[in-house]
């Protein structure tokens, strides 16, 4: 029987097969995929083989394969960082939840992000939210920041999730789509999905007035079908992104601006860094490409670790 991976839990697994039934899945021995040392073999979106087995009185599903990805969101596990975690797999497309405050989306943490999906085929849309809540000048740092991103090539969206503001542009781009939400806890993704799909009544916490951070309401990811078609992967709320299996020299490709710069470096395998007649060194001086951007490509390239100190970034940020 041929099934999509709906949930995860490390151990079980929700599959749901092409008639539409949902069955509970584990896994038959130990999977190991294209050399990926990860902790969760199995990702929800996988489209996997399994059988029908009796276990005392239950019925329950043996996953004994997994068919090829088109693609997947990958990022270094928290807790265990020789070893990967795929968040979601067979995506159409990610939205990537960014609040400027309670809690703060810093541009390191985007960047990583959207260079993580660049390497593994993944299209990313922004979605600025609580954009309801803004003062005049954090608005304008809203819309600076959009254009920052529109210019590099990405769709940017100033939603609501709470007051419903765009969130049916949202929906548009959702239609007929394997879609995944993820952002910060607290960044809106439950609510905002409530907002898409009301039915599903998922989950949702206030923010945390002490550390001004948000509380985890989601524990595993987990997708859902939508009554408008297409289907929406709810992720747990994560707070750095660590980068997979990037060379130093291929980190530059997958950030689309100063990939089409690198044609006119006059090093082939320029880094951007302190070599001569950089081509995005002048693009960066000219003010042509982003010093933030530029500041973490340089970040990556090093191997420094994801850091959000305020005091990295300058008026140029």
Known sequence: ????????????????????EFFECRIKGKFRIKGIKSTNPIAVGD?????????????????????DRSNYIIR??????????IIAANLDQVFLLVTLNNPTTYTIFIDRFLATAEAYEVPVILLF????????????????????????????????AKTGKNVDKVKEYM?????MFSGHSGAGKSTLINAIEPK??????EISEQHLQGQHTTTFAEMYDLNFGGRIIDTPGIKGFGIVDMEKDEIGDYFPEFFALKGNCKFNNCLHLDEPKCAVKEALENEEVSWSRYRSYVQMVTGEEET????NYDNKN
């Open 1 to 20: 029987m041929i099934g999509t991976v709906y949930k995860s839990t490390g151990s079980w697994y929700t599959v749901k097969n092409e008639n539409g």
């Open 129 to 160: 939210n609580k954009i309801d809540t803004y003062s005049i000048e954090e608005l304008a740092e809203v819309k600076y920041l959009a254009e920052l991103y529109r210019g590099v090539g990405y769709t940017c969206i100033g939603i609501s």
């Open 200 to 205: 599903l009544e998922l989950k949702t916490a």
């Open 76 to 85: 270094k596990s928290v807790n265990l960082s020789k070893l990967t975690h």
């Open 47 to 67: 489209e996997v083989a399994f059988e029908i087995e009796q276990l005392g009185d239950d019925v329950v599903g043996v996953i004994h394969e997994i068919k």
């Open 175 to 179: 239609m007929g789509a394997t879609s």
């Open 308 to 311: 959000y100190r305020i005091d």
